[in-house]
């Protein structure tokens, strides 16, 4: 009772206290903040890349294709591991979208249908996202006309305040509007001479694409597989440049890879007559391991922003450590009458040590709902700033993702609450040690 008598008494009294309650609380809020949007932007990055391909990327050996791919693509979906798959044909072309407007563009060649069953591709379709049924590449109003899909980023502009699209203007400007896609390849004669072969491929839109990642947005159409295929490999049975495949539930993705690996070799001998080292050349991946060395290096940079805002949070032991001696030179009185009362020198060190840990609580737990809020709401703190001082602090040109990933991350807060609690009762142990050898007789005796 006398230590809590004495630390309610010390934080009436002494309102310095509560400077190093409040630096505590930045502190750990700051952390929280940047450590829950760091992986806040490493979780969405991940995300996306399952949602854009599925669980499971079957690619081609370099240089080549992956032909039959209908044929594999059934082969998968009898087993019981597989819920779904689709074959992907990608190329690179330019798009002319009316007189004077060209842009460099990835093709994809999909099937909506299938695609929307791996990957929920449906619900980043702005026009085909509340329809009944699965997508499909049918022009409103003229389903006899080959339709395609197009980035939002690809015909239109975001606003530059608000980083938005108008999807209503742009689905109304863009729907049934004819495009056309130059695009090619370059075969080889037999003295070893490229050919470039130039392939236009005229289509109107149908829908347009809104996935949140700038770099697919602005950069990516789609068109139907067969049409890319007719265009591009007339000479080749229904090629594709990947297969992506979407798992059942509760199924292991890495025992999946080596299960279709196996698949893979047995229809490669069957089907495709390839040699055993062509076929182990074929790349068979989880989406997520195909980002795995950009989302260690992401992970690299937030360990180091972490531990340089430790690093400066780390004065918060030498504001603490500061009061603290501050009041144990000033408290030099009550210390001498309370151990000349009997009091052990450890006692009266835990007094101290004790207030320092309750001012890292009180600290940590403000910090905790401090950095909870910020990053809940931080979409919310980022619009009022650029209303108040028109300053756009988030572009999806710049970061990729259209809004920021506002999740906390409790795995790094915890820790961080856990770090701030020790870090005050360090910088309060030295002062807590000065008390416990105050010398009451010395003390009384002058004072």
């Not at 890292?360 to 401090?370: P, Q, W």
């Amino acid at each position: 009772m006398l230590k809590l008598f004495l630390w309610l008494k010390y934080l009436r009294t002494r309102r310095i206290i509560f400077l190093s309650i409040a630096a505590v609380a930045l502190s750990v809020s700051l952390l929280i903040v940047v450590a829950s949007l760091f992986t806040g932007f490493i979780n969405a990055f991940e995300r996306s890349a399952v949602e854009m391909l599925g669980d499971v990327v079957i690619g081609p050996p370099p240089g080549g294709l992956l032909e039959k791919y209908p044929a594999f693509v059934e082969r998968l979906e009898q087993t019981d591991f597989v819920k779904a798959a689709t074959g992907t044909l990608s190329s690179q072309g330019l798009l002319h979208v009316g007189r004077g407007n060209v842009r460099p563009v990835s093709i994809w060649g999909i099937e909506p249908q299938r695609r929307a069953e791996v990957n929920g591709f449906k619900d980043v379709l702005l026009r085909q996202r509340e329809a009944a049924g699965l997508p499909s590449f049918a022009v409103p109003g003229a389903p006899e006309k080959a339709g395609g899909y197009v980035g939002i980023g690809v015909v239109a502009e975001a606003d530059q305040e608000t980083d938005e699209y108008d999807q209503d203007k742009i689905l109304e400007e863009m729907i049934g509007q004819r495009v056309v896609i130059t695009t090619g390849t370059v075969d080889e004669d037999p003295d070893g001479q490229a050919t470039p072969k130039r392939k236009v491929v005229p289509f109107y839109i149908a829908d347009v694409v809104f996935t949140g990642v700038h770099d697919l947005d602005s950069g990516f159409i789609y068109v139907p597989i067969q049409t890319l295929q007719e265009a591009l490999y007339p000479d080749l049975e229904a090629p594709a440049t990947t297969i992506n495949v979407k798992l059942k539930g509760g199924v292991d993705p890495e025992l999946a890879v080596t299960q279709i690996r196996g698949l893979w070799k047995v229809f490669v001998a069957e089907e495709l007559n390839w040699s055993s080292w062509r076929a182990d050349m074929t790349d068979i991946v989880t989406a997520l391991e195909m980002q795995r060395q950009y989302i260690v290096e992401l992970r690299k940079q937030m360990g180091l922003l972490l531990l340089i805002f430790g690093v400066v949070s780390f004065s918060v032991v030498v504001l603490v450590f500061c009061i603290f001696y501050m009041i144990v030179r000033l408290k030099r009185r009550d210390i001498a009458v309370i151990k000349s009362c009997g009091a052990a020198s450890v006692s009266v060190a835990w007094i101290f040590l004790g207030f320092g840990v309750t001012v890292g609580v009180l600290g940590a737990g403000i910090g905790a709902v401090l950095g909870y809020a910020i990053t809940k709401n931080i979409n919310a703190i980022e619009d009022g700033i650029r209303v108040l001082f028109g300053l756009k602090l988030w572009s999806s040109s710049v970061y990729m993702f259209s809004k920021i990933p506002n999740e906390v991350d409790w795995v790094s807060s915890l820790p961080i609450i856990a770090l701030a609690v020790v870090a005050a009762a360090l910088g309060a142990l030295t002062p807590a040690i000065i008390a416990a050898l105050t010398k009451p007789v010395e003390v009384l005796r002058y004072e």
